[in-house]
């Protein structure tokens, strides 16, 4: 019997590591030479204690360079764009899944691609979409509001997307320059002088609006509101559009929550 057709036997090993993706493909790496399977993967900012036995992962560059190098040799470039996009994703436990998937790849190759009914497959596919969809629904929902020269936006997105936003932005408003905060993950892009760049920002603290930007606000609410057709008004059908959650942060919505 193979590791990956054993893959169900797993041990009471609680893997901790540093939450970076590198960390990650040692976990793996851990997993592959050691032979076995642990029952969780955590990270030290979200670990909790347990019974089990951990174990923590150094991050080993090296390590992780010859993992990511052979999952696109052994399985295949599609598998490696898939677990570096599920790894920012907001799925639970997904550093277990992710390791799974990879060490069916491993035993099956890049037919692994089209194994879609396959669970170990079929969660990490169905992250993916949910993390693209919201960073498309955000390219229509993020306002941003004009402080000294410099246009600010604050998100609260469920995945980290702000390196999905980054070439829609950059591309919209090449000439500005902006900062998107993301207050779930407390991460922020920053895009200033032709340069961008994604950083820890623990919180942020805007000025007061000046009284240009209050009247931009108040113009752009009066827009959202004028061109709403009151007889056809479907509130129901405007949250599948727009889900509630994203409304604390859209200048037209605010008021409604």
Request: aromatic content about 12%; proline content about 4%.
């Amino acid at each position: 019997m193979s590791f990956a057709e054993d893959m169900t036997s797993v041990k009471d090993t609680h893997y901790i590591y540093d939450g970076s993706l590198p960390g990650f493909y040692c976990c793996v790496y851990e997993s592959v030479y050691s032979r076995s399977v642990p029952a969780i993967i955590e990270s030290e900012g979200d670990a909790q204690p347990s019974l089990m036995q951990e174990l923590y992962i150094s991050t080993d560059m090296n390590k992780a360079k010859r993992v990511r190098a052979s999952v696109s040799a052994k399985i295949s470039a599609r598998s490696l764009d898939l677990i570096e996009t599920v790894f920012l994703s907001c799925l639970e436990s997904k550093e277990l899944k992710m390791l799974r998937y990879l060490l069916l790849g491993y035993e099956k190759g890049a037919i692994v691609d089209k194994m879609l009914g396959h669970p170990d497959v079929a969660s990490l596919l169905a992250a993916e979409r949910h993390l693209l969809g919201e960073s498309h629904l955000l390219t229509g929902f993020i306002r941003f509001s004009e402080y000294d020269g410099v246009l600010a936006a604050v998100i609260s997105p469920k995945n980290f997307v702000l390196p999905f936003l980054r070439k829609h932005f950059i591309e919209r408003y090449n000439t500005e320059s902006f900062i998107i905060y993301d207050k779930t993950h407390k991460f922020a892009l920053l895009y200033q002088q032709g340069r961008s760049e994604i950083f820890k920002m623990d919180h942020i603290r805007l000025p007061e609006p000046s009284k240009k930007e209050q009247g931009y606000r108040e113009l752009w609410k009066r827009f959202y509101k004028t061109i709403a057709i009151q007889a056809r008004e479907n509130p129901k059908c405007r949250m599948t559009h727009m889900p509630k959650r994203y409304w604390e942060n859209m200048t037209e919505m605010a008021e409604y929550l």
